[in-house]
């Protein structure tokens, strides 16, 4: 990647930075010129295990290639930890301009097989850890007068995916915290939007291969390198994206989208009393019918290569 100097002085966190994506944003944070707080806790991918030193290892890198960062370890699960880590960003660093809200984990299982608990976790960390970083960091948005959140969202939720209503519910959730927080706070020039990220890494590795089309797609996952989810979420965090916000992004190797987001498509009115069960079933239906979305997975809409 070419040399950039986008995010002088800026300070970023980065939640989730160990591995895979967040550790290819942090790093290019890092060389665009950002101070990052590289926050991980070294979970397993379905949560359970907090072991490694993820976030240290991280960060000696950054240091090793002539970048500044700080490790933190607290979950973004917390409340009291995504205070921590925001709190570390200000007293390290002096300021905050950009949460990356990145942390992740998997407990894919069928619906019907699923438990309060694998719904729970995966809820816990993706949707109320958005939720308490940004709350954490508005505080400071709003002293300062600017900010810029960028959460990844997935095309599981945007889409859909079986096995993953815990994740799709979360990453679907993230999205409207994402609308909500950018209209709340527009008048302090703070900016949300949310990227869904297509890369291959531990959690795509994750994906069961039951079929020899399911290992070709696999085949072609692994040509995603995380490192190609970083311009676009350091461009949102610059100040080059002041009028950038309440977007949804997905990125894809070279590819860059804009998602759609939820409008009327079709409408129907009657007039008189108005609908009744059967009316509804001969003349609403039918009319609707033509505009009803697909039962599809994110596979089938993004069917074409990589590129
Ligand atoms: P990853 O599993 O490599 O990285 C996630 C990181 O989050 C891990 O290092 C883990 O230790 C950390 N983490 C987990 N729970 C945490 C907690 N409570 N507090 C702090 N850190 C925690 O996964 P990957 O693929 O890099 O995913 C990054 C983000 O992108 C996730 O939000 C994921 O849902 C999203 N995403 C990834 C896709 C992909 O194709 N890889 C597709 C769609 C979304």
Redesign the pocket.
């Known amino acids: 990647m070419s040399d950039q100097t986008n995010l002088n002085g800026k300070v970023v966190l980065v939640?989730?930075?160990?591995?895979?994506?967040?550790?290819g944003i942090a790093m290019e944070a890092a060389r665009a010129g950002a101070s990052v707080v590289v926050?991980?806790?070294?979970?397993?991918?379905d949560?359970r295990r907090?072991t490694s030193a993820?976030a240290d290892t991280v960060v000696a890198e950054i240091e090793a290639a002539g970048g500044r960062a700080v490790a933190n370890g607290?979950?973004?699960?917390e409340p009291d930890?995504a205070k921590a880590m925001v709190r570390q960003a200000t007293d390290a660093f002096g300021r905050l301009d950009a949460v990356i809200?990145?942390?992740?984990?998997?407990r894919d299982t069928f619906f019907h097989k699923m438990t309060w608990e694998d719904f729970d976790a995966v809820v816990?960390?993706?949707l109320y850890?958005a939720f308490n970083t940004s709350r954490a960091a508005a505080d400071i948005f709003r002293d300062q007068g600017s900010g810029s959140l960028i959460h990844?969202?997935?095309?599981?939720g945007l889409v859909g995916n079986l096995a993953q209503a815990n994740?799709s519910a979360a990453?679907m959730g993230i999205t409207a915290l994402s609308k909500s927080i950018a209209l709340d706070l527009a008048r302090w020039n703070v900016r949300s939007n949310c990227i869904?990220?297509?890369?291959?890494?531990?959690?795509?590795a994750n994906i069961k291969v039951d079929s020899p089309e399911q290992e070709e797609r696999v085949n072609r996952?692994k040509e995603?390198i995380?490192e190609k989810?970083a311009p676009l979420t350091l461009f949102l965090a610059s100040d080059d994206a002041a009028d950038v916000t309440g977007q949804i992004f997905a990125v894809r190797n070279n590819e860059i989208f804009l998602m759609s987001q939820s409008r009327p498509v079709r409408s129907v009115h009657r007039g008189g009393d108005g609908w009744d069960i059967t009316s509804i079933r001969d003349g609403a239906i039918p009319a609707l019918r033509r505009s009803f979305v697909p039962l599809e997975v994110s596979a089938d809409v993004f069917a074409w290569d990589p590129v």
Do not use: Q
């Not at 939640?15 to 550790?23: E, L």
């Not at 607290?74 to 699960?77: F, I, L, P, R, T």
């Not at 990844?152 to 599981?156: A, I, K, L």
């Not at 297509?198 to 795509?204: E, K, Y």
């Open positions: 939640t989730g930075a160990g591995g895979g994506i967040g550790r926050n991980d806790l070294g979970a397993s991918l949560g907090e993820a607290d979950s973004v699960a930890g809200n990145n942390a992740g984990i998997l816990k960390v993706h850890g990844m969202t997935s095309t599981s994740y990453k869904a990220p297509f890369a291959w890494s531990r959690m795509t996952m995603m995380p989810i």
